[in-house]
C-alpha cells in the first residue's frame, strides 16, 4: 500500500519535473529567473519542513548550510575548475559532515537547545567568513569564469529540487515515516520500541543539511559573486522557515504553496524590502496563533467540514 | 607582545563589560527558567532600550543614565501587551510556538527600526563616555566602571527579588512545576507576565548602558542575544550569581581574544563558547530542572 502509494508520488514528480525542464525553451528570462528561485526555495523548504514539521527540530540555520554551499562551490570552481555535477555532490558531502561535526553539541540537550544552537553556528560562521582573509574576508569571493547561462543552472536547480522532493518522498511513503513520527511524538517511548532516537534525528538533520548546500551552491553560482553577510545571512532563514508555516508545517504540500505564496509576495514587495520582512513576521505571528496548518491546513479543514456537511 | 599595562587594562575592560552582559544575559535567564522560553526578541528589545535611551536625551535633555528606572518601567510596560496578547495564547501549544513568535517579532522590530531610525550606526553621546579612568598602568573607559556598577546593583537586586520576597517564591514555584504552583494558589500566569517584564526591562537597561558605551544600529541584537546565551548555559540557568560569573568569563574570554586574534574574534568567542560549553558541560542547564 505504501510502496504503492510512493510509485504515484514518483510518477507526478518524475512528470513535472521533465514538464518544467522544458520550461527554458518558452518561457521568459524573467519567468525562468522566478522558476529558478522557486525551486532553490523549494529544496529549502522542503529541508525545512523535514527537520521541524517531521522531526521536530526547530533549526534557525539553515544559513549555516546555504553559506557552507556558497564557499564550497566557489572553492572548488575557482581552484579546481570542477563541474556543476562534482561540485553538487562535493556540497551535499560538506553538509552532511559539518551537521554531523555539529550534533554532538545540538542534540546534547532536546529541544530549544537545538534551535539557539543552530542559530549560533550560523552566525559563528558568518564571523569566521568575515575574519578570514582566506576566505575573501568581508568583501567575500568572486567567481572567476563566467557562471553558466541561466537556462543551465535553472536545470541544475530543478535537479537538486526533484533530488530532495525525492528524498521527501520516501521519507514519508515508507516505514521511514512511522520511525520519523515515532522520535517526533515521544522520543523515550520510540527509544523503548528499538528506535534509535539520536541516529534517526542526525540523518535527518544530515540529509537537510546536504540538499541546503546544494541549494546553496547552485544560488552561489547563479550570483557569481559571495560575500559573508549575505551567504550567511539570517534572511535564508528567515525564508525557509516562514515559507514552511505559511505553507502549512508538517503537510506534504506546505512547502509548495508556502514558497509560491512567499515568491509571489516578494515580488510584491520587491522595492520594499523592510516592509516585506516585517510584513512577513505579522502573517507568521498570525498564522501561529490561528492556523498553525498555514494554506495547506486550512483548505483542508475546508474540504473535511464540507464533505461532512454535504453527507447525509 | 603587548606590555603589560595592555594586557591589564583589556582585563579589566572585559570584566567590566561582563558585568554588564550578566545583566542582559540575567533577564534571558530568568524568562528561560520561568516560561521555558528562548527569548529571540531578547537583542531586539536591547536594541529597543538603546533608541529609548538615545530619544530620551535628544527630547528631555536629561542623562537617560539618571532615568534609568522611568526607561526600564516604559519598556517593561511595553512587554506587558506582547506577553497578553502573543504568548500566554500559545501557553498551551508546546516552546515552539512561542519561540517562532518571538522570532517574528524580533524581526518585525529589527526592521521597524530601520524604517523609523534608518540603519545607520549611532550612540548616545554623553561627554564622560569617552573619559579614561586611570589606576597606575591600568585605564578603563569611565563608562565601564559606570554600567558595571549599575549592573551588579541590579543583578543583586533581582537576586534578592527572587529569594527573600513572596513574589521570588512564586516565581522560583513557577520555574520548578508550573502545574503544581497553579494548584498550590499560585497565578503562574501573572507571574510569568510579571518574569517576562523584568526579563525585558534587563535587555533595556542594558541597552542603555550599551547604547552610552558603544555604538549601535537596528541588527546589533543578534549578537547580544547570542553571547547572552553563551552566558547562561556558562552561569547555569536560574542561578544569578553564576549568570554574572558567567558574563564576567565571557567578558573576559572575549577580551583575551580581541587581543591576540584580532577585535573581530570578539563575537567568535562568545558563540564558539557557547557550541563548546554545550558539547562539554551541559550541566548549565540540567541545573535548572532542580533550580
Known sequence: MRLHRLSGDMGILAGAFVLLWFAPSFASDYALQISFRVMIYLTLAESWNLLTGSVGLVSLGTASFVGLGSYVAFGLANHFGAPIPVILVVCALAGAVLAALVSPALFRLRGVYFTVGTLALAALLQLLMVNLPTFGGASGIFLKHDPPPLASLYHDALSVALVASLAMAICARTRISVIIRAVRDDEDAAAQMGVRPYRVKLAAFALASALIAMAGAVQAINLGAIEPYGAFGLQWTIDALSMVIIGGIGWRLGPLAGVLFVVMLGEMLANYPEAHIAITGVILIVLIRFAPGGIVGMFARLFTRSTRLSSP | ?291
Open chain 2, 1 to 291: 607582545m603587548p606590555d603589560f599595562g595592555t594586557v591589564a587594562s583589556a582585563i579589566l575592560s572585559g570584566l567590566l563589560l561582563g558585568g554588564m552582559m550578566g545583566l542582559i544575559a540575567l533577564g534571558l535567564s530568568i524568562v528561560l527558567g520561568v516560561m521555558r522560553l528562548v527569548n529571540l526578541a531578547h537583542g531586539v528589545f536591547l536594541v529597543m532600550g538603546a533608541y529609548a535611551g538615545l530619544y530620551f536625551l535628544k527630547l528631555t535633555g536629561f542623562d537617560p543614565l539618571l532615568a534609568l528606572p522611568l526607561l526600564a518601567l516604559g519598556i517593561a510596560a511595553l512587554a506587558l501587551p506582547l506577553y497578553r496578547y502573543l504568548l500566554a495564547p500559545l501557553a498551551q501549544r508546546g516552546p515552539e510556538a512561542q519561540l517562532m513568535t518571538m522570532f517574528a517579532v524580533a524581526i518585525i522590530l529589527q526592521n521597524l527600526f530601520v524604517f523609523v531610525f534608518s540603519a545607520d550606526t549611532r550612540s548616545i553621546e554623553r561627554s564622560y563616555a569617552t573619559l579614561p579612568l586611570s589606576l597606575g598602568a591600568i585605564t578603563v573607559p569611565l563608562i565601564y566602571v559606570i554600567g558595571f556598577a549599575i549592573a551588579v546593583a541590579l543583578i543583586l537586586a533581582i537576586h534578592g527579588l527572587i529569594a527573600h520576597t513572596g513574589f521570588g517564591r512564586d516565581l522560583r514555584a513557577s520555574a520548578a512545576d508550573p502545574a503544581a504552583a497553579a494548584t498550590l494558589g499560585v497565578n503562574v500566569q501573572r507571574v510569568q507576565m510579571l518574569t517576562f517584564a523584568l526579563g525585558t526591562a534587563c535587555a533595556g537597561v542594558g541597552g542603555v548602558l550599551i547604547g552610552v558605551a558603544f555604538q549601535f544600529s537596528p541588527s546589533s541584537g543578534g549578537a547580544y542575544l547570542l553571547n547572552s546565551l553563551a552566558i547562561v548555559v556558562l552561569g547555569g540557568l536560574g542561578n544569578v550569581p553564576g549568570t554574572l560569573a558567567g558574563g564576567m568569563i565571557l567578558g573576559l574570554l572575549q577580551s583575551l581574544g580581541g587581543l591576540t586574534l584580532g577585535d573581530g574574534y570578539r563575537d567568535i568567542v562568545g558563540m564558539a563558547l557557547f557550541l563548546l560549553v554545550l558539547v562539554f558541560r551541559p550541566e548549565g542547564f540540567l541545573a535548572a530542572r532542580r533550580a
